[in-house]
C-alpha cells in the first residue's frame, strides 16, 4: 500500500526525454561512459567510447511552465579525446572519456575536465553572439579591394550575430599515469584537483600542466606482490585538504594532506568486518568499491560494491551507518556473472541535492532509488517501451525466488547486457539522467 | 590624414588593421603589438571612439593576443589623447581583468595599476574608482580577484570618504565566499596595508589578517604569512607581540606543513621585520621546530634558512644562539632520511664557518662537513664541493687539505662514473680556490688518470677539464704538467689512449698558443699519421684541421700539408674523407 503510486520515496517520476539513436544496432563509440550535471544543474554533459562529448543545456525559455521545466537540450558537441599509440610501450589509447568534472563556474564561460585512460584535459565551453566586420582590402566576402583607392582606415566593428558556443581546449595534463586513470576530482580551493589510476593518485594545479605531485603511491617494488589497486578517488567538498581513496579489497581511505606532503599513510580506514558466513570465492570480486561519492553536505560518503550501496559517516570508520541491497537475488548467480565477466562492472551511485535519496543503477536497465529516513526503495526501469511525454514510471519488482507473483520479473529473464552504470542528479531539483548503453533519459518528478 | 586619391601612405596600416581580425594567430599577434603604429595613423580621436571600442569586445582571443593587448594598452595613454583621456583606455582593461587566465588577468591589472598614476585625482574618483567597485562586486572571482590588487593604488589618493569605502570594499572581499577571491585578498593585504593609515593598520588590518590566518583552507592562510612581514614592517615594536605574534606563533606550529612551509620559507624576512628581541624570544624556538619538523618538505626549507637566520642574529648573542640553540639541529639534520633535506642544507652548512671562526669551524663543522662529503646523495657532496671557498677562507689551506682532501680522492674515484663526472666538473672551481701548488701537489695526478678512464665520458670531461685549468694556470704551466704527460700517451699500447692524446690537443691548443703548440705537439700529431688504427689516422686528420689555425703558414706549408696529402691517399674511406676536408678547410690544396 505504502508503495503506490510514487514508491519509496514520495516523488513520482515521470519520462521527460531521450537522446540518442533508437535503433537496436549499437555502434561502439556511441556507448555512453560518463554523465555529470554542472553545479547549477543547468549543463548535463555527456562522454561516450568515442571521445566525444555532448553538453545539453537545460531550456531557460519555458521555465515558467512547470510541465516543460527539464527540456535539455543539445548545447555543444566536441570531439575531446582521439585514439592514440604509445609506441614505447606498444599500447593503444583509447578515446574513451571515462570521468567528466566541472569547475565551479569562474566567468562567463563554463570548464570542465574530462579524461581517458591517459590524458586529462581542461575544456573552455563559451558562448560568442557579436563578430568583427569590416575590412580595409577585401569585402567582407573575401573579394579583394583595389589597393589603391583606399583612402580610409576602417577599424572593425562589432555587429550581433546568432549565438554560436565554442568549446576549446585550454590544458592538456599529459605524461604523468603510468596505468588507466579511473577518477578526477576538483579540490573545494578551486585551484587543484587529484587524478587517481590503478596505483597512484596526483595532485596537479589547474593552471600548470607540466607536473604533478604524486601523493598517493601504493605500487609494491615488487609487482608479484600487488594485492589492491585503487578504484576511485575524490575530494571532500568542503576540507580542501581531505580526499578519499577506495580500493578493490572494499577499504576506503582517508588522507589529510595537511599532515604530510605524501599521503601513503592515511588518517583514517574504513572498513566493514567481512561477514564470515557469506565468505565465498567471489567475495573479494564483489566487495570490490567501484564508485566513491561524498554526500553534498560533507558529512557521508557513499560507496558502491557489486551487489550493495554503503552509506559511512565520516566520524565511524568500523561500519557504514547504511547498507542498501542494490541486487540481493544476483548473489545465487555470481558464477554465471563471473563468467560473462559483469562480476567486473563498474557501477556508479549519486546523491539527490539534499542528501536524503542515493540513486544507482542495476542490469535490465533497472535503476535503483534508495530513500534514507524511511529506508524505503524503489526500482525503476529505463525504456522506450514507457517513454511518451510526461508517462509516470512504474516500480519493477524482480522475483528472487519461490513463486512469480504478477507483475514480478523473474531473475532468470534479466538482460544483462542492458546495465546501467552511469547515473547523475541534478544538484537541486528531482531531475535524474540514466545512461542506458548508448541513449541518455532525463527524468523528473511528476508536478500536478 | 587621408587626401582624396589612394593614398599609399595607408597600405601597411590598412594590412595591419586587417590582420587585427586574420585567421591566423601569429598575424594577429604582430598587429596587437604594433597597436600603436595603428593608434598613431589613426589619431587619438578615431583611437578613443573606433579602435577602443574594438578591442573592448576581443576577449574571445586567444591568450597569447589578449595577454599582449593588456601589456599594450598600458602605455598607450599619449595614443588616446594623453592623461585627459586616459579613462578611455578602462573599458578594454576592465573586460581583460575579468578573463579567466590569471597570466592576462594579472598583465590587465598591472596596467591598470600603471594607468591609475596617470589620473587627475578627479578623475580618479570619477572613472577609476567606481571600476575597481564594479569589479570588487562583480558575479564572477575572477573580477573580484582582480579587484584585490587595484585598492593600494588608488586608495592614497582619493577622499577620507571614498577611503573609508575602499576599506570596506577591501574587507568584504577578505572574507568572500570563493577561496580564490580570499587568496588574492591575502596576497594583497601585505601591499594594501602599506598605503593604509597607522590607525587603519591596527583597526582594519590586523583583524583580517588574523581572520585570513585561521581561515579554513590552508591555501589562503598561507598567503597570510607572506603578509605578516610587511604588517610587521608597518607596526611600531610594542604592538608587534600584541597584534602580530600570537597569529605568527599560530603559524609556525599550524596543522598543515604548507603553512609551515611558508613560515620557513619566509623565515628571513621574518625575522628582520619583528626585530631582534623577538627574534631571541619567539623564532629562535620556532626555528628549532622547523627544522626538526616531520614533513620533510618543511625541513628542507628551514635547512635552506640555516645560514642566513644565523647571519642575521643579533651580534651581541649570535653565537651563543648557534651554538646552544642552532647547531644541536643542524647536526641531526646531516643525517636526515630525506636527501632533499640534506641536500638544501649541504647548500648552505659551509656559510657558517664565516660566522662561527676558525676554533669552532675546526671543532664542531668539519665534522659535519666530512660526514656531508661522504653522504651517499651526490648532490649532497656535491653542494658541499661547490662551497669549499669559504672555509678554505677560514681555516686555511693546510687543514682544509688534510680533513676534506682525502674525501674528495676518494668521491673522484668513486666506482659510480656519474659521480666522477661531477667531481670533475668542480675540479676548475676547485684548483682556483686551492691554488697552484696545492693544486699540482695533490689534484693533478688524479686529472691525469681520469685521461684513461675506461667510461668515454670520463675521458671526454677530463680533456675538457685539462683546458679550463690551462685556462686558470697558464701555458707556462700547461707545458710544464701536463702537455708532457697527454703527449707520453700517444705511444700507448691502447688504440683509445692515443686517441685522447689527439683529444685532448685539439682542446689544449688554443688555450697554449703558436708556440706550444708548433714545438711540442704538431710533431707528435705528425707521427701519429701513421698510426696502424684507421680510427686514430683520421682523428689526427681531424685534430690537424683543429689546430691549423694555431699554427703559422710554415709549418703548414712544410709540415701539415704533406702528411695531409699522404692521408688524402689512405686506403681507409674515413680518413680520406676527413683528410680532404681538412686540405679544403686550411686552403692547402
Redesign the interface.
Given at each position: 500500500l505504502a508503495s503506490a503510486g510514487g514508491g519509496a520515496n514520495d516523488v513520482q517520476w515521470c519520462f521527460s526525454q531521450v537522446k540518442g539513436a533508437i535503433d537496436d544496432d549499437v555502434a561502439e563509440a556511441d556507448i555512453i561512459s560518463t554523465v555529470e550535471f554542472n553545479h547549477s544543474g543547468e549543463l548535463l554533459a555527456t562522454g561516450d567510447k568515442g571521445g566525444r562529448v555532448v553538453i545539453f543545456q537545460q531550456d531557460t525559455e519555458n521555465k515558467s511552465l512547470p510541465q516543460c521545466r527539464s527540456e535539455y537540450n543539445v548545447y555543444s558537441t566536441f570531439q575531446s579525446h582521439e585514439p592514440e599509440f604509445d609506441y614505447l610501450k606498444s599500447l593503444e589509447i583509447e578515446e574513451k572519456i571515462n570521468k567528466i568534472r566541472w569547475l565551479?563556474?569562474?566567468?562567463?564561460?563554463q570548464?570542465l575536465l574530462s579524461t581517458n585512460d591517459k590524458t586529462i584535459k581542461l575544456w573552455?565551453i563559451?558562448e560568442?553572439d557579436?563578430r568583427?566586420e569590416g575590412?580595409?582590402?577585401?569585402e567582407e566576402d573575401g573579394r579583394c579591394r583595389d589597393?589603391?583607392?583606399?583612402?580610409?582606415?576602417?577599424?572593425?566593428?562589432?555587429r550581433p550575430m546568432d549565438l554560436m558556443v565554442e568549446a576549446s581546449p585550454r590544458r592538456v595534463f599529459a605524461n604523468a599515469h603510468t596505468y588507466h586513470i579511473n577518477s578526477i576530482s576538483v579540490n573545494?580551493?578551486?585551484?587543484t584537483y587529484l587524478s587517481a589510476d590503478d596505483l597512484r593518485v596526483n595532485l596537479w594545479h589547474l593552471?600548470i600542466t607540466d607536473r604533478s605531485f604524486n601523493i598517493v603511491d601504493i605500487k609494491p617494488a615488487n609487482m608479484e606482490e600487488l594485492t589492491e589497486v585503487i578504484t576511485a578517488a575524490e575530494f571532500h567538498p568542503?576540507?580542501?585538504?581531505t580526499f578519499v581513496y577506495s580500493s578493490s579489497k572494499g577499504t576506503i581511505r582517508m588522507c589529510d594532506?595537511?599532515?604530510?606532503?605524501l599521503c601513503d599513510k592515511h588518517s583514517k580506514l574504513f572498513e566493514e568486518p567481512e561477514d564470515p558466513s557469506n565468505r565465498s570465492f567471489f567475495s573479494e570480486i564483489i566487495s570490490s568499491i567501484s564508485d566513491v561519492k561524498f554526500s553534498h553536505s560533507g558529512r557521508y560518503m557513499m560507496t558502491r560494491d557489486y551487489l550493495s550501496v554503503k552509506i559511512w559517516d565520516l566520524n565511524m570508520e568500523n561500519r557504514p551507518v547504511e547498507t542498501y541491497q542494490v541486487h540481493e537475488y544476483l548473489r545465487s548467480k555470481l558464477c554465471s556473472l563471473y563468467e560473462n565477466d559483469c562480476i567486473f562492472d563498474k557501477f556508479e551511485c549519486c546523491w539527490n541535492g539534499n542528501d536524503s535519496v542515493v540513486m544507482t543503477g542495476s542490469y535490465n536497465n533497472f535503476f535503483r532509488m534508495l530513500e534514507r529516513t524511511q529506508r524505503r526503495d524503489i526500482t525503476l526501469e529505463a525504456s522506450r517501451e514507457s517513454s511518451k511525454a510526461r508517462q509516470v514510471l512504474k516500480p519493477r519488482r524482480v522475483c528472487a525466488g519461490g513463486k512469480r507473483k504478477k507483475d514480478e520479473i523473474s531473475v532468470d529473464s534479466l538482460d544483462f547486457n542492458k546495465k546501467i552504470l552511469h547515473t547523475a542528479w541534478h544538484p537541486q531539483e528531482n531531475i535524474i539522467a540514466v545512461a542506458t548503453t548508448n541513449n541518455l533519459y532525463i527524468f523528473q518528478e511528476k508536478v500536478n | 590624414m587621408a587626401g582624396a586619391e589612394g593614398d599609399d601612405s595607408l597600405y601597411p596600416i590598412a594590412v595591419l588593421i586587417d590582420e587585427l581580425r586574420n585567421e591566423d594567430v601569429q598575424l594577429r599577434l604582430n598587429s596587437i603589438k604594433k597597436l600603436s603604429t595603428i593608434a598613431l595613423a589613426l589619431g587619438v580621436e578615431r583611437t578613443r571612439t573606433e579602435l577602443l571600442p574594438f578591442l573592448t569586445d576581443t576577449i574571445y582571443d586567444e591568450d597569447e593576443v589578449l595577454l599582449a593587448l593588456a601589456e599594450q594598452l598600458g602605455s598607450f595613454t599619449v595614443l588616446v589623447g594623453g592623461p585627459e583621456y586616459v579613462h578611455c583606455l578602462l573599458p578594454p582593461l576592465e573586460s581583460l581583468a575579468t578573463v579567466e587566465e590569471t597570466v592576462v588577468r594579472d598583465k590587465a591589472v598591472e596596467s591598470l595599476r600603471k594607468i591609475s598614476q596617470e589620473h587627475s585625482p578627479v578623475d580618479l574618483e570619477v572613472h577609476f574608482e567606481p571600476l575597481v567597485k564594479r569589479l570588487a562586486c562583480g558575479d564572477w572571482f575572477t573580477s573580484r580577484t582582480s579587484a584585490c590588487g587595484l585598492f593600494s593604488v588608488c586608495y592614497p589618493r582619493v577622499s577620507s570618504t571614498v577611503k573609508a569605502e575602499i576599506r570596506q570594499h577591501f574587507r568584504t572581499l577578505c572574507s568572500d565566499d570563493t577561496p580564490m577571491v580570499r587568496r588574492a585578498a591575502a596576497s594583497k593585504l601585505g601591499e594594501f596595508a602599506k598605503v593604509l593609515e597607522l590607525d587603519y593598520v591596527k583597526s582594519d588590518i590586523i583583524p583580517l589578517f588574523t581572520a585570513l590566518a585561521s581561515d579554513e583552507q590552508d591555501s589562503v592562510r598561507l598567503l597570510a604569512v607572506e603578509a605578516c612581514v610587511s604588517i610587521a614592517t608597518l607596526l611600531p615594536q610594542e604592538d608587534l607581540e600584541a597584534l602580530v605574534m600570537p597569529t605568527l606563533r599560530q603559524a609556525a606550529e599550524d596543522k598543515s606543513w604548507r603553512v609551515r612551509y611558508m613560515v620557513a620559507d619566509k623565515f628571513s624576512e621574518l625575522q628582520k621585520a619583528v626585530g631582534p628581541e623577538i627574534t631571541k624570544n619567539d623564532l629562535v624556538p620556532a626555528f628549532q621546530n622547523l627544522l626538526k619538523d616531520c614533513e620533510a618538505e618543511v625541513r628542507a626549507a628551514a635547512a635552506n634558512k640555516v645560514k642566513e637566520f644565523c647571519e642575521n642574529l643579533p651580534e651581541d648573542s649570535r653565537e651563543t644562539i648557534i651554538m646552544t640553540h642552532v647547531l644541536p639541529c643542524v647536526k641531526e639534520l646531516v643525517s636526515d632520511t630525506n636527501q632533499h633535506v640534506k641536500s638544501a642544507l649541504a647548500s648552505v652548512i659551509m656559510g657558517l664557518s664565516t660566522i662561527l671562526g676558525k676554533d669552532n669551524t675546526v671543532e664542531h663543522l668539519l665534522p659535519l662537513f666530512l660526514a656531508q662529503l661522504k653522504d651517499e646523495c651526490p648532490e649532497v657532496r656535491l653542494n658541499i664541493i661547490s662551497n669549499l671557498d669559504c672555509v678554505n677562507e677560514v681555516i686555511g689551506i693546510r687543514q682544509l687539505s688534510q680533513s676534506l682532501l682525502p674525501a674528495i680522492v676518494e668521491l673522484a674515484e668513486d666506482a659510480k662514473w656519474r659521480v666522477r663526472l661531477a667531481i670533475i666538473e668542480y675540479m676548475p672551481l676547485l684548483a682556483g680556490q686551492l691554488g697552484v701548488e696545492f693544486f699540482d701537489e695533490k689534484l693533478n695526478s688524479l686529472c691525469m688518470a681520469w685521461l684513461v678512464d675506461h667510461v668515454y665520458a670520463i675521458r671526454e670531461a677530463a680533456t675538457c677539464n685539462l683546458m679550463k685549468l690551462v685556462e686558470k694556470f697558464g701555458a707556462e704551466w700547461a707545458q710544464n704538467t701536463i702537455v708532457p704527460k697527454v703527449l707520453s700517451m700517444s705511444n700507448d699500447p691502447n688504440y683509445l689512449h692515443r686517441m685522447t692524446t689527439l683529444f685532448c690537443i685539439n682542446a689544449l691548443s688554443e688555450v697554449c698558443g703558436q708556440e706550444i703548440t708548433t714545438k711540442h705537439m704538431l710533431p707528435v700529431v705528425l707521427k701519429m699519421a701513421s698510426d696502424q688504427v684507421a680510427n686514430v689516422r683520421f682523428n689526427v686528420a681531424k685534430c690537424l684541421q683543429k689546430i691549423g689555425p694555431v699554427l703559422d703558414s710554415s709549418a703548414l706549408q712544410a709540415e701539415v700539408k704533406p702528411v695531409l696529402e699522404i692521408l688524402a691517399t689512405d686506403q681507409d674511406m674515413d680518413v680520406k674523407y676527413f683528410a680532404q676536408e681538412a686540405i679544403s678547410v686550411l686552403t692547402l690544396a
Open positions: 565551479p563556474q569562474k566567468n562567463a564561460a570548464f573552455k563559451s560568442r557579436k568583427p575590412y580595409n582590402l577585401k589597393s589603391t583607392t583606399i583612402t580610409t582606415l576602417r577599424v572593425p566593428v562589432f573545494s580551493d578551486n585551484e593552471e568542503h576540507q580542501c585538504n594532506m595537511r599532515a604530510s606532503a | -
